[in-house]
């Protein structure tokens, strides 16, 4: 079955530093691929998205590229702040089908 | 892990009749539900926050008289669609916040959906 993986937590950065969190999946067809973000005391919002190989999801700073051939969907983000602490969640959808990672919690330091 | 069960996971219903869908937790005790619901190949929106013991928190343009949310227990949450309509046909998904086993820190953990469609 499908199923994603995504590295765990916690991860801990000093602010301005380069962020990645690695999310693997398994997928019988071609889903859509999705990041969320929890932050603290609220429920998920999407961050970004990709529906399609090669597809390029951006939001805040934040990039996530839809590699079919690695089967991945890892977040970077180029310079995180304070402000991005949070838990991130990888999340595959298809059709009625969707999974999501583990959760990463990032704690960034000033 | 901590296992989330959400039944059922498919249902089909006519026009006008309330379907129920259930969000337990089977080896935790969850503090806090959240009920999400998901249009094609679209993110998740959140429709409500559930608390044991207290009434949900819906977010805004959610009918509350229309999706009932009942939390009674730490471990059971229901979702009730009433006088479901086409436009209500989704995809719905619980997540649970809670202490698995020894860990120290609340996590959350997702149902698997469930799919309804309104004929």
Known sequence: GNSVTQM?????????????????YTATG???????VQYPGE?????????????????????????????SFHLEKGSVQVSDSAVYFCALREDNDMRFGAGTRLTVKP | GAVVSQHPSRVICKSGTSVKIECRSLDFQATTMFWYRQFPKQ???????????????YEQGVEKDKFLINHASLTLSTLTVTSAHPEDSSFYICSARGRYGEQSEEKLFFGSGTQLSVL
Do not use: H
């Open chain 2, 43 to 57: 993110s998740l929106m959140l429709m409500a926050t559930s608390n044991e013991g207290s009434k949900a928190t």
């Open chain 1, 8 to 24: 765990e937590g916690p991860v801990t950065l000093s602010e301005e530093a380069f962020l990645t969190i690695n999310c693997t």
């Open chain 1, 43 to 71: 429920g998920l919002q999407l961050l970004l998205k990709a529906t399609k190989a090669d597809d390029k999801g951006s939001n805040k700073g934040f990039e996530a590229t839809y590699r079919k051939e690695t089967t």
């Open chain 1, 30 to 36: 071609y889903p859509s691929l999705f990041w969320y």
